[in-house]
């Protein structure tokens, strides 16, 4: 097993042609280590989704690879993409996106029973369950919950595959500033028991006190460090 999980090697994307062209991705080059907590900051329309996206999966690149896991996922056909992505990365999003109609632990059993990979899962849900502190509420349908603790079936939600690399988008952007707090000890502390990487993007770099590791975009580039330029700019 590697110890690098992730590689960008000059990932542009480019958005629209002609007058509305975007490059919202410019020569990004990076790798992130096992257990790695990635911090990716930047301000408003720098391209940290769209960085965000392309880790995942979610979207190709215009040019460039992404490797996870040592795979390049260039040449993957869209099914393959998929279930690549189902089976090597975790999401949190914003906002919890739990299905209402589900209980909190049939939506943290999500994404193994579309895996189809159920044995022993519901034991493994339950135990990811107490660790984010859910004991009580597993059983609670998810418009039953409070917002933060949402958040932390989310997280659980997020782990239940035993993925890679998780990767979240302004996890706390949806939470008062208390709440917010105990989500981001609760991912650090999740990841230094799993040694499970993390690539969150956040505006708030404040929020996350010390981590392994930040990573700054500006214009659709990607600088090491919290600082801009003239700092290293992270392209090969
Ligand atoms: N689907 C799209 N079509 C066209 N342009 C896009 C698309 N997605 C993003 N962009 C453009 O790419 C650039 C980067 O956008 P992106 O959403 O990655 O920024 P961001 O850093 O996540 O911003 P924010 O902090 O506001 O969420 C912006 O100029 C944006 O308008
Ligand atoms: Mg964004």
């Known amino acids: 097993m590697s110890d690098i999980v992730l590689e960008l090697k000059n990932v542009n994307k480019i958005f629209g042609q002609g007058d509305t062209k975007v490059q919202a991705l410019d020569s990004v080059s990076f790798s992130v280590k096992r257990g790695e907590f990635l911090l990716i900051v930047g301000s408003s329309g720098s391209g940290k989704s769209t960085l965000l996206n392309m880790i995942g999966l979610l979207d190709r690149p215009t040019n460039g690879q992404v490797f996870i896991d040592e795979k390049n996922t260039t040449n993957l056909s869209d099914n393959k993409i998929s279930e690549f992505r189902n089976s090597k990365l975790g999401f949190i999003f914003q906002f919890s996106n739990l299905l209402v109609d589900l209980?909190?632990?049939?939506?943290?059993?999500?994404?193994?029973?579309?895996?189809?990979?159920?044995?022993?899962?519901?034991?493994?849900?339950?135990?990811?369950?107490?660790?984010?502190?859910?004991?009580?509420?597993?059983?609670?349908?998810?418009?039953?919950?409070?917002?933060?603790?949402?958040?932390?079936?989310?997280?659980?939600?997020?782990?239940?595959?035993?993925?890679?690399?998780?990767?979240?988008?302004e996890p706390t952007g949806n939470l008062d500033s208390v709440t917010a707090e105990t989500i981001v000890q609760l991912m650090k502390s999740m990841a230094k028991k799993l040694n499970q990487t993390f690539v969150i993007v956040t505006h708030d770099r404040h929020q996350f006190g010390e981590v392994d590791r930040i990573i700054t975009i500006k214009d659709g580039r990607a600088f090491e460090g919290e600082d801009v330029p003239p700092k290293m700019e992270l392209t090969i």
């Open 103 to 169: 209980t909190v632990l049939e939506n943290v059993l999500l994404p193994r029973s579309i895996q189809k990979t159920d044995q022993n899962a519901q034991k493994e849900a339950i135990d990811l369950l107490k660790a984010v502190g859910l004991e009580k509420q597993m059983h609670k349908r998810a418009n039953k919950v409070s917002g933060g603790q949402a958040q932390r079936a989310a997280i659980a939600r997020g782990l239940i595959n035993k993925p890679t690399i998780v990767l979240a988008d």
